[in-house]
């Protein structure tokens, strides 16, 4: 079983909608990131919350974590084209330093 | 903004052969990552890196991987023979401090390719 699981796996909604994207995983966490990839493109950061952090804002991008759950969600408001994008949750495990990312989610957002 | 830079962007080599990726991460960062992602599949753990010596590695990561901190600013992932399956996007990645506190950030990766 995997660490970091995105759901859903693609997702696709009209330009001004929201896109809410979900991850899940199984051990205990010091922090988890989210990442944005454009197609064979490199990964770009967008946010880290801390374990103790239950919700964190950056732009339109809104994280929430909830460790008694072991999920977290990424909430993009206000969608546009250029959001189109896979989306990465990645959490550290606490035991180590191996850095675990998700399958990700395909976000498609139509003009 | 500073950024974690890699060369070449894409490499081919034939099976067999050796090749060196290179990065140079973000000049005030101590941990240095490298990952890969084969085509369509996830990001993977390949190894990381602080005060010169491995700090953790992957199953991946066997006897035909090296990396290497040369000089203050480059950071390199050799693959001694390389394989068709090592055909992938690598990315290399540097955090300021240690994983459980810090953002790291990612290069552009190099497409390797192994034929």
């Known amino acids: 079983s995997q660490q970091g699981e995105e759901d859903p796996q693609a997702l696709s909604i009209q330009e001004g909608e929201n896109a809410t994207m979900n991850c899940s995983y199984k051990?205990?966490?010091?922090?988890l990131q989210w990442y944005r990839q454009n197609s064979g493109r490199g990964l770009v950061h967008l946010i880290l919350?801390?374990?103790?952090?239950r919700e964190k804002h950056s732009g339109r991008l809104r994280v929430t974590l909830d460790t008694s759950k072991k999920s977290s969600s990424l909430l993009i408001t206000a969608s546009r084209a250029a959001d189109t994008a896979s989306y990465f949750c990645a959490t550290d495990a606490d035991y180590g330093q191996n850095f675990v990312f998700g399958p990700g989610t395909r976000l498609s957002v139509l003009p | 903004e500073p950024e974690v830079t890699q060369t070449p962007s894409h490499q081919v080599t034939q099976m067999g052969q050796e090749v060196i990726l290179r990065c140079v991460p973000i000049s005030n960062h101590l941990y240095f990552y490298w990952y890969r992602q084969i085509l369509g599949q996830k990001v993977e753990f390949l190894v990381s890196f602080y005060n010169n010596e491995i700090s953790e590695k992957s199953e991946i990561f066997d006897d035909q991987f090296s990396v290497e901190r040369p000089d203050g600013s480059n950071f390199t992932l050799k693959i001694r023979s390389t394989k068709l399956e090592d055909s992938a996007m690598y990315f290399c990645?540097?955090?300021?401090?240690?994983?459980?506190?810090?953002?790291?950030?990612f290069g552009p990766g190099t497409r390797l390719t192994v034929t």
């Open positions: 990645a540097s955090s300021e401090g240690w994983q459980g506190i810090s953002e790291q950030y």
């Open positions: 051990t205990s966490i010091n922090n």
């Open positions: 919350i801390r374990s103790n952090e």
